[in-house]
């Protein structure tokens, strides 16, 4: 199974409590939530077929066939784009003001565009996937994590208390996951430098006009 979104759409959010919820001992940590639940990619490969069932997999991919089973996390498109701008800038030291991010991304310089993207999926993978497609909009995730996760780990196949998804959802709060990432590279001068910068709903309304 695959959890897959639009980059910065609570992907990582997800596969953070889902980690916990498998190991709940350490789940919440980088190093083990990126081990159970790792991303695809050439290097990892070799992880991800050493995964025990049910192996669950992370990934930004368009839709694509060979996928058998997902949950698409979807997210704001505006929301995701004012996170995403800051990723690619303010996180690495780049000082680039938001138009001229945004039209380099309307060129496809980041990317497949965010419409393109939820696009595909919730068309070609809907008719493909049908039940096997489990849409996750981010802000209902937001507003009832507990059970929202609950229907996740019956789509996965997770077995998996109340008590334990709200144990696990405790433990990825935003407030949990910076002091670990302060832990790790330092307290930040800027809450836009995070990998957290809070999920926040709405913020698009700073940047985009019209």
């Given at each position: 199974?695959y959890?897959?979104?639009?980059?910065?759409?609570?992907?990582t959010?997800?596969?953070?409590?889902?980690?916990?919820?498998?190991?709940?001992?350490?789940?919440?940590?980088?190093?083990?939530?990126?081990?159970?639940?790792?991303?695809?990619?050439?290097?990892?490969?070799?992880?991800?077929?050493?995964?025990?069932?049910?192996?669950?997999?992370?990934?930004?991919?368009?839709?694509?066939?060979?996928?058998?089973?997902?949950?698409?996390?979807?997210?704001?498109?505006?929301?995701?784009?004012?996170?995403?701008?800051?990723?690619s800038?303010?996180?690495?030291?780049?000082?680039?003001?938001?138009?001229?991010?945004?039209?380099?991304?309307?060129?496809?310089?980041?990317?497949?565009?965010?419409?393109?993207?939820?696009?595909?999926?919730?068309?070609?993978?809907?008719?493909?996937?049908?039940?096997?497609?489990?849409?996750?909009?981010?802000?209902?995730?937001?507003a009832?994590?507990?059970?929202?996760?609950?229907?996740v780990?019956?789509?996965?196949?997770?077995?998996?208390?109340?008590?334990?998804?709200?144990?696990?959802?405790?433990?990825?709060?935003?407030?949990?996951?910076?002091?670990?990432?302060?832990?790790?590279?330092?307290?930040?001068?800027?809450?836009?430098?995070?990998?957290?910068?809070?999920?926040?709903?709405?913020?698009?309304?700073?940047?985009?006009?019209?």
């Open positions: 199974s959890i897959v979104s639009f980059p910065r759409s609570g992907s959010w997800l596969r953070t409590i889902l980690a916990g919820i498998i190991n709940p001992d350490a789940g919440h940590e980088f190093e083990v939530f990126n081990r159970i639940l790792p991303g695809v990619s050439g290097r990892r490969l070799p992880l991800v077929w050493s995964l025990q069932h049910p192996r669950i997999i992370h990934s930004h991919t368009t839709f694509r066939t060979a996928i058998p089973k997902a949950v698409y996390v979807l997210r704001d498109g505006r929301d995701s784009l004012v996170s995403f701008y800051h990723y800038t303010t996180r690495n030291g780049i000082n680039m003001p938001f138009e001229t991010w945004f039209n380099l991304y309307c060129r496809r310089w980041y990317g497949p565009r965010w419409h393109d993207h939820v696009e595909g999926w919730l068309t070609r993978g809907t008719e493909k996937l049908g039940g096997a497609l489990m849409v996750l909009r981010f802000e209902d995730l937001k009832d994590p507990v059970n929202r996760v609950q229907q780990t019956d789509f996965l196949g997770l077995r998996a208390s109340q008590q334990a998804i709200q144990r696990a959802v405790e433990m990825a709060s935003l407030d949990q996951v910076r002091k670990r990432e302060a832990r790790l590279f330092g307290d930040l001068s800027n809450d836009n430098q995070s990998f957290y910068r809070g999920g926040g709903t709405g913020q698009y309304q700073h940047y985009l006009q019209g």
